[in-house]
T-cell receptor, first 115, second 109 residues
Framework: DVKVTQSSRYLVKRTGEKVFLECVQDMDHENMFWYRQDPGLGLRLIYFSYDVKMKEKGDIPEGYSVSREKKERFSLILESASTNQTSMYLC??????????????FGPGTRLTVT | RKEVEQDPGPFNVPEGATVAFNCTYS??????FFWYRQDCRKEPKLLMSVYSSGNEDGRFTAQLNRASQYISLLIRDSKLSDSATYLC??????????FGAGTRLFVKA
């Protein structure tokens, strides 16, 4: 079974703090993703990575950065947290070979509150 | 127009009912299609991929209609445990997958 883990389930930070969210997958997947999910807006892609040290902007990258130094780990960084970044953050991974291309597997999510 | 659209529901059905969800997509070049299930305050979990010929997994049947650009999910003999939000997802052949906002299902005794 694919396992994707995230460093925290719940996080409370203050406005202006730098926030690190970490994600680790154990399936040797090439692709990793960061989404945020808000009521009524669904899943929105922040950044994704298709290889170590490679990253691509998603639909809403402003205010975020990412790091992928190892294949299994993908970090999301909020450089200066703001209240409008209060959300559920979901990490996902997927492979790129075989019949299961693009099937994404999600971590349990981090519910971030910025006060 | 959103790239992937779903009826948000909620769908309220009694146990044992058959319920169907549709999901429309705008990009005719889309190649891969999926249904995910998401329980309250949990992560989405892959329910099934949707193949061109349609596919079935127990009480769940997924179909693809490329001409009309929609996918569907049919749940037969609904159980209380089927209560969840169902997300459709569409991939256009690159790394990016677009998710619908989800359809909420409540199955009642």
């Amino acid at each position: 079974d694919v396992k994707v883990t995230q460093s925290s389930r719940y996080l409370v930070k203050r406005t202006g703090e730098k926030v690190f969210l970490e994600c680790v997958q154990d399936m040797d997947h090439e692709n990793m993703f960061w989404y945020r999910q808000d009521p009524g807006l669904g899943l929105r892609l922040i950044y994704f990575s298709y290889d170590v040290k490679m990253k691509e902007k998603g639909d809403i990258p402003e205010g975020y950065s990412v790091s992928r130094e190892k294949k299994e780990r993908f970090s999301l960084i909020l450089e200066s947290a703001s209240t409008n970044q209060t959300s559920m953050y979901l990490c996902a991974s997927s492979g790129t070979s075989g019949s299961q291309d693009y099937e994404q597997y999600f971590g349990p999510g981090t519910r971030l509150t910025v006060t | 127009r959103k790239e992937v659209e779903q009826d948000p529901g909620p769908f309220n059905v009694p146990e044992g009912a058959t319920v169907a969800f549709n999901c429309t997509y705008s990009n005719s070049a889309s190649q891969s299609f999926f249904w995910y299930r998401q329980d309250c305050r949990k992560e989405p979990k892959l329910l099934m991929s949707v193949y061109s010929s349609g596919n079935e997994d127990g009480r769940f049947t997924a179909q693809l209609n490329r001409a009309s650009q929609y996918i569907s999910l049919l749940i037969r003999d609904s159980k209380l445990s089927d209560s969840a939000t169902y997300l459709c997802a569409v991939n256009t052949g690159g790394f990016k997958t677009i998710f619908g906002a989800g359809t909420r299902l409540f199955v009642k005794a």
